[in-house]
């Protein structure tokens, strides 16, 4: 169940007045309580699941954003190019070649996050500052691929009551982005974009300097319960 209006306007507002975009996150949500959230005005959504987008996707109107967030494999990455708005979780120079192609066949371009690996916790996903470098120093920035826009940087923080930690992740995180921001990045106006932040540590995130939050089950309760 979605929260009422009101609910998802005070979270939308706060988060406005601290120039944060907030991303619902809809996996594993029906249509219709996605649609809930639409007809408050929520337009940007973030799904995990290929085949779950694609399902979900045409039953929604044309104009909501649909943010991948998930793991993305190369092979599936054509079934939602043609119309993502933005992939979150870009890790290998293998996947942001895979978006670019595909995107020049759309005849699009597509908005890519590249996702850091900020926690403490072993986890396949995300890049170290070593591979981002290296990931940089190929695509020469994002001159080199002219159908995605490298619009900045993801990442998800330790799953901890440790605020310090948590606090800790983000703001290296954020260290990062504006070393880029100001450096490698300087006049790419379109490197704007830093995603942290879910319901359990978006507060944490903001205060941090998060620029875009994704927070599910804050806004549709628990899933799968
Ligand atoms: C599921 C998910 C979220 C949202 O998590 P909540 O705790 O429900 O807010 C945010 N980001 C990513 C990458 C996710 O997979």
Not at 4 to 25: F, H, I, P, Y
Not at 118 to 126: D, L, P, Q, T
């Given at each position: 169940m979605p929260v009422d209006r009101t609910t998802w306007q005070t979270l939308k507002d706060g988060l406005e007045a601290s120039g944060v975009t907030l991303v619902a996150v809809s996996k594993t949500q029906s249509a219709e309580a996605v649609k809930v959230l639409y007809d408050y005005g929520q337009r940007d959504f973030g799904e995990n699941y290929v085949q779950e987008l694609v399902q979900k996707r045409p039953l929604?109107?044309?104009?909501?954003?649909?943010?991948?967030?998930?793991?993305?494999?190369?092979?599936?990455?054509?079934?939602?190019?043609?119309?993502?708005y933005m992939v979150h979780g870009v890790d290998s120079l293998r996947l942001l070649?895979?978006?670019?192609?595909?995107?020049?066949?759309?005849?699009?371009?597509?908005?890519?996050?590249?996702?850091?690996?900020?926690?403490?916790?072993?986890?396949?996903?995300?890049?170290?500052?070593?591979?981002?470098?290296?990931?940089?120093?190929?695509?020469?920035?994002?001159?080199?691929?002219?159908?995605?826009?490298?619009?900045?940087?993801?990442?998800?923080?330790?799953?901890t009551d440790d605020e310090g930690l948590v606090r800790e992740e983000f703001r290296g995180l954020n260290g990062l982005f504006e070393r880029l921001r100001t450096g490698r990045f300087a006049g790419v106006p379109d490197f704007d974009t830093l995603s942290m932040g879910m319901s359990g540590d978006y507060r944490i995130a903001v205060a941090e300097g998060s620029g875009m939050v994704r927070i599910g089950s804050l806004l549709f309760g628990p899933r799968g319960g």
């Amino acid at each position: 169940m979605p929260v009422d209006r009101t609910t998802w306007q005070t979270l939308k507002d706060g988060l406005e007045a601290s120039g944060v975009t907030l991303v619902a996150v809809s996996k594993t949500q029906s249509a219709e309580a996605v649609k809930v959230l639409y007809d408050y005005g929520q337009r940007d959504f973030g799904e995990n699941y290929v085949q779950e987008l694609v399902q979900k996707r045409p039953l929604l109107p044309d104009d909501v954003r649909w943010h991948f967030i998930g793991h993305l494999q190369t092979n599936k990455v054509k079934l939602i190019v043609p119309f993502v708005y933005m992939v979150h979780g870009v890790d290998s120079l293998r996947l942001l070649q895979a978006i670019d192609r595909q995107a020049g066949m759309a005849g699009r371009h597509v908005s890519c996050l590249l996702q850091m690996h900020i926690a403490r916790e072993e986890s396949k996903f995300g890049l170290d500052e070593a591979e981002l470098e290296a990931l940089l120093e190929e695509t020469g920035n994002d001159r080199g691929l002219s159908n995605v826009r490298i619009r900045g940087l993801m990442g998800m923080a330790s799953l901890t009551d440790d605020e310090g930690l948590v606090r800790e992740e983000f703001r290296g995180l954020n260290g990062l982005f504006e070393r880029l921001r100001t450096g490698r990045f300087a006049g790419v106006p379109d490197f704007d974009t830093l995603s942290m932040g879910m319901s359990g540590d978006y507060r944490i995130a903001v205060a941090e300097g998060s620029g875009m939050v994704r927070i599910g089950s804050l806004l549709f309760g628990p899933r799968g319960g």
